[in-house]
């Protein structure tokens, strides 16, 4: 039986859906531009949408007008989505029946565990808690996790194998009520009839997890793409918790060219003080994949409990 929400799923007559999807806890930088303007590249190459879903799963990580810095940077920056943005706060019926329909099909329990005694659990183990059948009001829901390895063609990785253990028994809510992230980036994903999922590789290791549940949805997985990651002078990757400055979308060109530059396509001199829209008709007629497969050596490829 398929999930309940499955037969509503968006974009089904759509033969490529692609998403970027920030979370608001802060103003895009340039490592979050590569992730977008990559995903932006493949889409519009590929003829198809285009979608921007905003990852508000974790409110007290969300900085309040976040979502609006974001929106506006990646207008200024030409990248223009399509449909309605969505927020993650507006799905949690559909959360929800992806829960019910696990536990249904016994694919999860409650867990009453506290992160301490998580950690102390066996690797490939689940905890006690899995035998008792405790009342779901007071514990977590935990995902009851058998699957062996998992793999996938990575488009600039190339095979990528997932050990068993790479992902174990996981959280799908808390005891608290707040959705996983991986949860709701399956459900969402399948919602929204996303095709292909274009991202920074930093991400790479959920991917062990979500390949689970697209398994035990019976769903088909999309399509992955994970990009390099940007560096900043300390040898640590742009992020938030970094501390990356937000882009200035004053110079919205040339973070575009430093950007492309990131995704293996250097962007001609001539071209540097350019119109954000000639910069973006230059990737999209010249940028290509083997730009960064050609640097698939920087990344380890196997990735093991
Ligand atoms: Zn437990």
């Known amino acids: ?31 979050s531009l590569v992730a977008a303007l990559g995903s932006y590249i493949r889409a519009r190459q590929m003829d198809g949408k ?3 879903r905003i990852e508000d799963i974790d409110p007290p990580r969300a900085l309040a007008g976040a979502d609006d810095l974001i929106k506006e940077s990646l207008v200024r920056h030409g990248l223009l989505w399509d449909d309605e943005v969505t927020y993650q706060h507006d799905s949690h019926q559909r959360y929800e029946q992806a829960l019910n329909w696990l536990q249904a099909n016994g694919h999860s329990y409650c867990c009453q565990c506290n992160r301490k005694q998580r950690l102390a659990n066996p690797k490939g183990q689940s905890c006690p808690c899995a035998q008792l059948a405790l009342a779901k009001d007071e514990c977590a829901t935990v995902l009851r996790n058998t699957l062996g390895a998992q793999h996938i063609q990575d488009l600039a990785l190339g095979a990528v194998s997932f050990a068993k253990g790479a992902c174990d028994d996981f959280i799908l809510r808390r005891k608290d009520g707040l959705y996983a992230y991986q949860l709701a980036v399956v459900v969402d994903d399948i919602y929204a009839g996303v095709t292909e999922v274009v ?10 997890y979500q390949l689970a ?57 001539a071209l540097n003080n350019a119109a954000v829209n000639d910069i973006l008709e230059f990737a999209l007629s010249n940028w290509h994949i083997a730009f960064i497969a050609n640097n698939a050596s920087a990344f380890d490829n196997r990735i093991d409990a």
Request: overall charge positive; charged content about 10%.
């Open 213 to 269: 549940l697209y398994q035990l949805f019976n769903q088909p997985a999309p399509a992955y793409l994970h990009l390099p990651l940007v560096m900043g002078d300390n040898g640590q990757k742009l992020s938030k918790q970094n501390h990356a400055p937000r882009l200035n979308d004053a110079v919205a060109n040339s973070n575009l060219c430093r950007a492309l530059g990131a995704l293996g396509l250097p962007v001609p001199r």
């Open 199 to 208: 991202r920074g590789a930093d991400i790479l290791p959920s991917t062990a």
């Open 1 to 31: 039986m398929n999930l309940p929400f499955v037969a509503q799923r968006l974009n089904q007559d759509t033969s490529y859906v692609g998403r970027f999807a920030p979370s608001p806890s802060g103003p895009l930088h340039l490592g």
């Open 50 to 52: 285009w979608l921007l």
